[in-house]
C-alpha cells in the first residue's frame, strides 16, 4: 500500500483510476488477478516515464517525486478564466 500511495502523490482521484487502468490491463492480457505488472503499464501509460520513474518496477521508488513524474504532462501555462457577462 506505500508504494501505491507514493505512486498516486497521495491524490484520491489518481488512486481511483490508476486501480481501473490496472484492471483493464489485466483484462486485456487475459489475466486472472491484478498483479504489479499492470500498475506498472497503467503508470507507463498515464504517464510516459522511464522504467526509472515507474514505482511500479524501480527498486528505489520511495526517491521517486511522483508529483512531478504525475503533473509533467500539464500544461504550466494556464490563461486566467474570465467571467462572461449576461445582459
Aim: charged share 35%; net charge negative; aromatic share 12%.
Amino acid at each position: 500500500m506505500p508504494l501505491f500511495m507514493h505512486a498516486v502523490a497521495y491524490r484520491f482521484g489518481v488512486a481511483v483510476e490508476m486501480v481501473i487502468e490496472a484492471i483493464g490491463e489485466a483484462l486485456f492480457e487475459r489475466d486472472d488477478e491484478v498483479n504489479l505488472d499492470h500498475f506498472a503499464d497503467a503508470y507507463f501509460v498515464r504517464t510516459d516515464c522511464d522504467e526509472e520513474m515507474n514505482p511500479f518496477i524501480s527498486d528505489y521508488w520511495q526517491g521517486i517525486d511522483s508529483t512531478v513524474v504525475l503533473d509533467r504532462n500539464v500544461a504550466e501555462k494556464k490563461e486566467p478564466r474570465k467571467r462572461s457577462r449576461r445582459r
